[in-house]
């Protein structure tokens, strides 16, 4: 069964704190994604890895970096929390597609809330 | 740019009625369009996608047209269960995903 796994459900963090979120994938999947859910936005993509190493940037990357070590890990940080960072973080993955687009699969999410 | 506008919800329907959720898309080129499914406490899933025009993509009783030219992609089912209470999110995407645009979402609550 294909699974991406992220690393807590729910976390509380201090304004100020360096928050880590981790996502690891068993599907040798090239692309990684951190998206954020807010109520009547959707989802929202913070940043993108298509290759190790490798990111760019999404519609939302202020305030975030990420970091892709290995092809099935790929982490979301938070330099310095902030409120507005209260979210709803969902990391996904998919084949490089080569003609047509191939689905994402998504971890189950983590809830953040920065106090 | 790329973007998908949704129906807003939430939708409450009795068991059994028929459901239609609106989506509608803005995109260059030809993307292929996606349903989601969130179920309470869970990750997004796929439920349907279609990758070209007129293409039909169904799953669970679920269907879905690629239209072209009114630029949408409206989710159907003929006669919902309770269990189909979820939120469900329109998405466009493009090659590789990493243009991948989802609507705002339309949560769906079916009563017994």
């Known amino acids: 069964d294909v699974k991406v796994t992220q690393s807590s459900r729910y976390l509380v963090k201090r304004t100020g704190e360096k928050v880590f979120l981790e996502c690891v994938q068993d599907m040798d999947h090239e692309n990684m994604f951190w998206y954020r859910q807010d109520p009547g936005l959707g989802l929202r993509l913070i940043y993108f890895s298509y290759d190790v190493k490798m990111k760019e940037k999404g519609d939302i990357p202020e305030g975030y970096s990420v970091s892709r070590e290995k092809k099935e890990r790929f982490s979301l940080i938070l330099e310095s929390a902030s409120t507005n960072q209260t979210s709803m973080y969902l990391c996904a993955s998919s084949l490089r597609g080569r003609e047509l687009n191939t689905e994402a699969f998504f971890g189950q999410g983590t809830r953040l809330t920065v106090v | 740019g790329n973007s998908v506008t949704q129906m807003e919800g939430p939708v409450t329907l009795s068991e059994e009625a028929f459901l239609t959720i609106n989506c509608t898309y803005t995109?260059?080129?030809?993307?292929?369009l996606f349903w989601y499914v969130q179920y309470p406490g869970e990750g997004l899933q796929l439920l349907l996608k279609a990758t070209k025009a007129d293409d039909k993509g169904s799953n669970k009783g679920f269907e879905a047209t690629y239209r072209k030219e009114t630029t949408s992609f409206h989710l159907e089912k003929g006669s919902v269960q309770v269990s189909d209470s979820a939120v469900y999110f329109c998405?466009?995407?493009?090659?590789?995903?990493?243009?991948?645009?989802f609507g705002a979402g339309t949560r769906l609550t079916v009563k017994p």
């Open positions: 998405a466009l995407g493009k090659y590789n995903n990493n243009d991948m645009r």
């Open positions: 995109a260059t080129g030809y993307p292929s």
